[in-house]
């Protein structure tokens, strides 16, 4: 083993039994798994050669420690300048820690610490607690992040150092005083040869101010939690966790794990305001704490709970409150409140209702589920793609605006990759994108989302919660269930409210459903076109909005050039717009779809624009052969636009007047010739 290699095992590895290796998910996120084997000096040299990806945990199996950690990932200058500031006061204190510059960003970096023997977890966590408190600067997290394993488990775990990112390509490196960079061996010689005597604090030594007017004592504060929380912390809490650190109240991060716990508990901003509020105020807590835990609380509500922090509410909750996390309900399902909402008329006088945000204007609103339904063969995978493609570029959609582009994850069981690859690339080319798009897919993945135990739904929904995206798109329902759609109605309750409405919750995103009408059924003759979906009104009940594609009544188009009616049959918090016409024009490079405009607008005209093309045909004397190319550049004479004229030639061939040779070619039938 080389000195660079002794010193780094020396700082770094507490285990002997395992180590953990870096790995790329499909989705391009990493991960890490944990290898139950020795760590080899060449697996060592493999990671500082950017061979191999590795990773160490922090505790042993006696819950000791050798080395605390204040992770900066926010990747922002001014998170940097909390770094440097906490980092000086460190020295200052006379402690010796080495700051590394992290290759997943520019300002991401860990500042370590190295005791000189190994100590309880308990004890370094306190101090890098009471370093943080001290300097005034909170970290976007602290290693250790708990203190104790569970039976037979290792615990959080940090990458190595000096190893390649996966992503970026970049490498690791220390950083000297001047946060300039350092020699790597130079680096861990110095904090191999500077290691810390980390001191304990007892509970009664750390420093909790309270003001006796404002103030409460910390066996109120645990009043709040229990009452609020409608649950008990566990009594090993440190008061430090329980009531804060600041003068301004809870100590940030607290706050936003705190925001993000009253969220999944199923609080309204309202709630917050009536009930949460007085309680906070009441046991000594300030405005401006409870405007900050109002902050975080809207961003839950928007869908950005994973900004808060990286980590999964539950894990969190393992790590802080390892009794408490038992008594909590699954992420998946809601807990019963034991109070009721009551509002009255005189509420509502002064209600006014939010406004609908759109991801197509008056087509898909913003955290809504719906459907896109229509009978086999009416082109709904190619209409759901096209919309994907327009809210994420940004280009309109049949004419309705794109407020703003959006992330979109199209789930298909359908097609598969090849087919959807084609698709995509068609329909771009056709709306003259080059650029890549944020639109991810899953093909073929044989995904039942309403088997929520399930290790795939799982996996699932730890993607989802990352991903984040605004739209979720299934291709198609039934696919994705493994139960009936037709014949389980409690199956389909349980989806929409166990996982769908869950998952809308917890990340904002709008789900679009494509599912197919019922079969044709000559003694069964629907008023309502709802009625003639799949599943009935238990499954549109589910749904805040629903569109359609169909087939005019009035055509039999081609399919290569079929006419299709875009309608919406159900819009909860808005007025149903008037249905659109629209036509699909393909070639081998690309497919279009071209808005032609209402149904009363063209379909009604077909006849007229028909007779107008078969008018000037007999007008010139076209006895033989004639191409579409003729018919389009005597637009003008014939008095109709071009996209018209088409509809015109369709109508035509439909009702047998012409006959077509071959591609774009055409003669009058027999019957018709002069």
Request: proline share 4%; hydrophobic share 35%; with cysteine.
């Amino acid at each position: 083993m080389t000195p660079k290699q002794e010193l780094i095992k020396d700082l770094f590895f507490v285990r002997e039994d395992c180590y953990a290796r870096q790995y790329l998910l499909q989705n391009g996120k990493k991960a890490f798994a944990c290898v139950k084997e020795p760590l080899t000096t060449e697996l060592l040299q493999d990671h500082l050669d950017q061979k191999d990806f590795l990773g160490t945990y922090n505790l042993d199996i006696q819950n000791k420690v050798k080395w605390g950690v204040f992770d900066f990932d926010l990747n922002t200058s001014d998170d940097f300048s909390n770094a440097k500031i906490l980092y000086s006061f460190l020295k200052e204190s006379g402690f010796n820690p080495l700051i590394e510059k992290s290759a997943g960003g520019e300002f991401k970096v860990h500042i370590w610490i190295f005791s000189k023997e190994l100590i309880p977890a308990v004890q370094m966590k306190d101090f890098l607690e009471r370093a943080c408190q001290k300097s005034g600067v909170t970290p976007h997290e602290i290693f250790p992040k708990q203190t104790e394993l569970d039976s037979g488990g290792f615990g959080n775990l940090l990458k190595l150092p000096l190893g390649l990112h996966l992503v970026t390509k970049e490498r690791s490196v220390f950083l000297d005083d001047k946060f300039q960079i350092m020699d790597d061996f130079k680096a861990l010689l110095i904090a191999s040869k500077n290691k810390d005597n980390i001191p304990v604090f007892k509970k009664e030594q750390k420093e909790i101010s309270y003001n006796p007017i404002k103030q409460k004592s910390p066996h109120e504060w645990d009043s709040f939690f229990e009452t609020t929380l409608k649950t008990e912390l566990p009594s090993g809490i440190s008061k430090d966790v329980k009531i804060g650190t600041r003068e301004a109240g809870i100590n940030n991060n607290i706050l936003k794990n705190l925001a993000r716990w009253l969220y999944e508990k199923g609080y309204t901003e309202e709630e917050l305001q009536t009930k949460i509020k007085p309680l906070f105020l009441q046991y000594g807590r300030s405005q401006a704490s409870f405007n900050n835990l109002k902050g975080w609380f809207k961003k839950c509500l928007k869908g950005d709970i994973l900004e808060i922090n990286r980590y999964e509410l539950q894990e969190w909750c393992e790590n802080y409150f390892p009794e408490l996390i038992k008594k909590l309900p699954s992420l998946n399902s809601q807990e019963e409140k034991t109070t009721l909402n009551v509002y009255t008329d005189s509420d509502l006088k002064d209600y006014q209702p939010e406004p609908v945000s759109w991801l197509i204007e008056d087509e898909i609103p913003k955290s809504e589920i719906g459907l896109l339904v229509g009978k086999r063969g009416m082109r709904k995978t190619f209409t759901a793609l096209a919309q994907v493609i327009s809210i994420t570029s940004g280009k309109t959609f049949l004419g309705d605006k794109i407020p703003e582009k959006k992330k979109v994850l199209y789930i298909d069981e359908e097609g598969g990759q090849n087919e959807i690859a084609k698709r995509t690339k068609l329909i771009k080319a056709g709306m003259g994108i080059t650029e890549s798009l944020d639109i991810s897919f899953l093909s073929f993945e044989n995904l039942k989302l309403n088997n929520i135990s399930s290790t795939k739904y799982k996996i699932f929904e730890e993607f989802v919660l990352e991903l984040k995206p605004d739209l979720i798109v299934v291709d198609t329902l039934q696919r994705i269930l493994s139960i009936e759609v037709d014949r389980d109605n409690q199956g389909i309750s349980e989806f929409f409210t166990g996982v769908v409405r869950s998952l809308t919750k917890r990340i904002g995103c709008s789900w679009l459903f494509i599912h197919h009408m019922r079969k044709g059924n000559s003694q069964y003759k629907p008023e309502d076109q709802l009625d003639e979906i799949r599943g009935g009104s238990e499954l549109v009940n589910y749904c805040r909005f629903v569109l359609m594609c169909e087939e005019p009544k009035k055509t039999r188009a081609k399919e290569e050039k079929s006419l299709v009616v875009f309608s919406v049959l159900k819009m909860s918090n808005s007025q149903i717009p008037p249905a659109k016409v629209f036509e699909f024009i393909s070639d081998e490079n690309s497919i279009r779809m071209n808005y032609l405009g209402t149904p009363e607008e063209v379909l009604n005209t077909e006849a007229k624009i028909a007779g107008a093309i078969k008018s000037f045909i007999l007008e010139k004397e076209m006895t033989g052969e004639f191409r579409t190319k003729d018919i389009l550049e005597n637009w003008e004479q014939i008095g109709f636009k071009k996209s018209s004229l088409h509809i015109g030639l369709r109508w035509l061939e439909s009702n047998q007047e012409i006959v077509k040779e071959k591609r774009g070619v055409w003669r009058l039938s027999s019957d018709e010739e002069v």
